[in-house]
């Protein structure tokens, strides 16, 4: 049987303190040579309407401690918008009911059957929330307790959820251009984690005084000013774009999610136009030390409090999707939760 | 709602002439820009047995044309064992009830959804000889009638089958190393195709005085000795490892399929043997043309009756799957084939 899994079950076995426990040992097992991660591909063609774009994004990864092989599966229309004069690129919900079409499949490596088929979206936010919180906890100062947060969407929910894990976090300052979100997003945090989160007017506000800084945002742009970082601050990005060469430079210690840097993007011919938006900058995240190598010793966490550290979730990995999937499949059976669907349907008799 | 077939239900929609009429415009599409197609990968980890391992094979295409996305993912287990020495690594159908798992999935352009699931299995033989056929089409002399097959499996069939609708073949001469296989090969191929098809007991008996050579093997090893190669013939191979670089030289016109080349592999760390024996040999296919720019005429075909051409058809692209699980979709829809299941079992609300 292959077990169907909706956002609702999911969330029902899923946190983030589950999240950070799933992942630590995955990433052991990237060093110790038993599982493995594809690199991020995303294919693109024109999309249905002038300025959009259709992206197939697929990553993935297995370990033989989990024993099975993850497919990570966004099936995304975008569309394509100018603001300012720049061309803007945002997922639209183009499936019927309004909504979007995000996978993960796992597939046993015993006998190659699909085991399993659930949606990527709490996954995903708590899968980047759960990597930044494995760095802050080798990163950020022991005695870390006050956070600035850039961003108020999904990932910086995650972001406040995963470093709550890694730190004792008293109080929280969220910016984002729209006061409305910031507020929003502060009065439901700060019921939810119990704690004080305040919704400030700037960047600076947020960051004066700050022991950690997570930006969380949809930006090409850099959203730090380098002057704001002070010695001792451990600041984590989701996106390249987020910094600058600048900025990273400051870092003492700088330690990136995944050293395979840059996706692998897919255009037809004399249309790269439509990856433009998503390339990276060339950084050499290769010559940078991973989380499995900061996670498993191989190079140290903070050694100083009066460290800049900095740890850049620039990519996800297919490990990461085959951990936590696995570990939702188990807890989920378990439960009683999700659908049975006959696995059959998956197989065949003719050799592939 | 999502179309889920069968292989029985792709046979009753898709045979040869189909096949290689569906795919002949999306050659197009490729160099016109309006398709794309993502390189192959294949991601390993060990495999349950002792020297076995696990693979996860998977490539990506579409077409504006087509209005689809297809993803091809095969999830093979690979038993390990040793013949003459050397390891050698075969798929075995380790899913219940001695299945595989090689599926085709199709998502609309449009609304990202999940349109179809179909098993590769019959699609897998189909593309492989309907594009030897595009090829032979335009490199096989006018007048060819007799074809020489090396091997006598599932590729082979689809060998003849294909080339048959490129050129009025009266005369087959088939050899494989095991003389009960090439002689049920050739009394059932000759049933079905109305033609003469003779087991023959080695390669030279099987070239002698063949007008097009195809080679259809699971060889790690060179299968033709270039000395039996004759100006005239048009000479197809469905691996590169079939040839070797003083065959390849010989050409005087080689048209390869997939100018991507080289499979992209992913292992874990320390453990790149578990891809050795599928790694290519380096050969720059990247310099020459493919079926694309022969099918479009950006390079010519046999120009002269004393030509040695070859077609190299080194690896499987996406935007075969796409073609044919396209068709095979609007064909089985319109035929009633197939179980319809909900569409929205692979849907979701929050933004991937």
Redesign the interface.
Known sequence: MTL?L??EDVEQVLDMPASVNALEPAYRD??????????L?Q??????LPDSS?C?K?V?????ALGV?A?R?????LSGRYVGGKLRRE?I???????????VLL????????LA?M????I?RLRVGASSALAAARLAREDATSLALIGAG?QAEAQVKGLACARVLEHVRVYSPTLEHRVEFANRMSRELGLRVDAVGSPAAALDGADIVATATNSGEPVLDVSLLRAGMHVTFIRESEGDAVTFQRADTLVVHSQQGEI?H??????EDLAQLQRGRGYPWHNYPDLADLITGRTPGRTDDRQLTMFMNNLGI?IQFAALGAYVCREAREQGLGQE?P??????????
């Open positions: 169907l909706t956002n990237m060093v110790s040579g038993t599982a493995v991660s594809r690199r591909s294919t693109y063609l024109p999309g249905p259709y197939l697929t993935e990864g297995g370990s033989e092989m497919v599966l966004t099936s995304d229309v997922k919900a183009a499936a019927p009911g309004n909504r979007f079409l995000g996978l597939f046993s490596l015993s006998t190659g059957e699909l088929i949606p990527d979206g709490i995903q999904n692998d897919y255009t037809p011919r004399g249309r297919g669907i696995g059959d349907w998956f197989l065949e008799s003719l050799q592939p």
